[in-house]
């Protein structure tokens, strides 16, 4: 079992930044891949970025590469999401997950756990 809780959301204008955390426990965080997703109202949940165990490798979603960053420290058992130059389309609940490989993944079913979701509004 593991529990993700996600902190660092808000309200900020557009152009603003924010740092979202991830703060993982009960599993050995940094033996597994994990990753950020985003679902706003009306919409399904999509992908943001993801980053292998190691941190090594990342990848991001089309619409945020250039402007999101995706860290972890699994010393801290800790992920980070790092959002730079945000548009008010990236208003949405913010999730993370740890997936249940290794590897970077976008596909949400190759997660197994998930956090609470923390809310990010991005006003124009």
């Known amino acids: 079992q593991v529990q993700l809780v996600e902190s660092g959301g808000g309200l900020v204008q557009a152009g603003g930044s924010l740092r979202l955390s991830c703060a993982a426990s009960?599993?050995?965080?940094?033996?597994?891949?994990m990753g950020w997703f985003r679902q706003a109202p009306g919409k399904e949940r999509e992908f943001v970025a993801t980053?292998?165990?190691?941190?090594?490798?990342?990848y991001y979603a089309d619409s945020v590469k250039d402007r999101f960053t995706i860290s972890r420290d699994n010393a801290k058992n800790t992920g980070y999401l790092q959002m730079d130059s945000l548009k008010p389309e990236d208003t949405a609940v913010y999730y993370c997950a740890s997936a249940s490989t290794s590897a970077v993944n976008m596909n949400p079913n190759r997660y197994t756990y998930w956090g609470q979701g923390t809310q990010v509004t991005v006003s124009s």
């Open positions: 009960g599993r050995t965080f940094g033996s597994y891949a």
């Open positions: 980053i292998s165990r190691s941190g090594t490798s990342t």
